[in-house]
């Protein structure tokens, strides 16, 4: 009985693998072409500008535009501009709630800063004072800069080199913060050290606050490359392995924490919009690029510099949203059991 059992999965075993790589292959040419398609549909869409409020962003040629996938196996598909070194900006806030998730416990981010959406504008004041400092949410200015605070650190260049690392991690390359753009915001941070000054009259910054404002600005300015940041989407959505690498950055758990708070406040005021259409979490940064992860099969990076009214990048958005419909990888797309 056994050996007939054994002689029957060994027959049927190759074939099966055979489909499975057939079928993987498959997939993966899919995803190639519907890349391809969405970069040549919308690389001549010039709506939206790019971001001034941070001069030098103003200064980052508004053309650029890319596009990486990298699935959970390592495979790596990309077209355009990939390799532009841009500021990461809010995408930063992703790994920095990650880090502090994965040294601190999740509880300390429920306690400390909230995670529901605040539905308002990334560097609004109101949910301060609305909530008194308390359900600020990670993904928005005030609850980004209360999360660098929870970084544990003797002084600010011991956290900034954790924040650094954990990037790195999540990117398996080194990294480097871009002198321009940092010096450029540092010199126009007046709002940010607002709402870190009104977050410590609440006592609901936990650090230093015009210092951990500079920590968490020097965070943004972190260079990265589209294929970085498709790297490090693809990490999230792979439970915190880097499939590169092959190193575990972050566990499982935390990782789901952070895609959950992407999928409530990835894209700002937009997160609803965005979630009714595209289904998948995601972070947006005023550098021009968005990163979105379909858990336990690949992150997606696009990149282009110019944003809406959110401050979304247009053509980043408009990629994505094409390619997972082309894939028909909505993850709330299901086949009916009949
Ligand atoms: N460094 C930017 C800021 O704090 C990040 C904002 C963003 O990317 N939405 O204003």
Redesign the pocket.
């Known amino acids: 009985m056994k050996r007939t059992l054994f002689i029957v999965l060994s027959l049927v075993c190759p074939f099966i693998s055979f489909t499975q790589k057939r079928n993987t292959k498959q997939y993966h040419q899919s995803i190639q072409t519907a890349m391809d398609s969405a970069y040549h549909k919308y690389k001549s869409d010039q709506r939206g500008n790019n971001a001034d409020y941070?001069p030098a962003l103003a200064n980052v040629p508004s053309d650029l535009f890319g596009i990486v996938i990298v699935t959970v196996d390592g495979k790596v598909f990309s077209i355009g501009d990939v390799d532009y070194n841009l500021s990461i900006?809010?995408i930063s806030k992703v790994f920095t709630l990650a880090l502090v998730i994965e040294s601190r416990g999740e509880k300390i981010i429920r306690d400390s800063i909230g995670v529901n959406p605040t539905g308002q504008v990334?560097?609004s004041i109101y949910p301060i004072e609305q909530h008194q400092g308390k359900g600020i949410n990670p993904f928005v200015?005030p609850g980004a800069i209360a999360t660098t605070s929870l970084v544990q650190g003797e002084n600010q260049d011991e956290i900034f080199n954790k924040v650094i690392s954990n990037m790195e991690g999540f990117a398996g390359t080194e990294l480097n913060v871009i002198p321009e753009i940092y010096e450029s915001?540092a010199n126009n941070n007046q709002r940010?050290q607002a709402i870190s000054m009104l977050l410590h009259s609440y006592d609901r910054i936990y650090n230093d606050p015009i210092e951990i404002t500079d920590t968490y600005?020097k965070q943004?300015a972190v260079g990265v490359s589209t294929h970085n940041l498709g790297v490090m989407a693809a990490t999230i959505a792979n439970g915190g392995y880097n499939p590169i690498t092959k190193n575990q950055v972050v566990s499982p758990k935390t990782s789901s924490h952070v895609m959950s708070v992407m999928t409530m406040a990835g894209l700002y005021n937009n997160a609803g919009n965005w979630l009714y259409l595209v289904g998948m979490p995601a972070k947006?940064?005023?550098?021009g690029a968005i990163i979105s992860v379909l858990p336990g099969k690949f992150g997606i990076a696009a990149f282009s510099p110019k944003l809406d009214s959110y401050?979304n990048s247009i053509r980043a958005q408009l990629a994505i949203f094409d390619i997972i419909s082309t894939l028909q990888d909505h993850p709330y797309l299901v086949e009916p059991v009949k």
Do not use: A, P
């Open positions: 941070i900006q809010s990334f560097n200015n915001e940010n600005t943004c947006s940064g005023v550098g401050g």
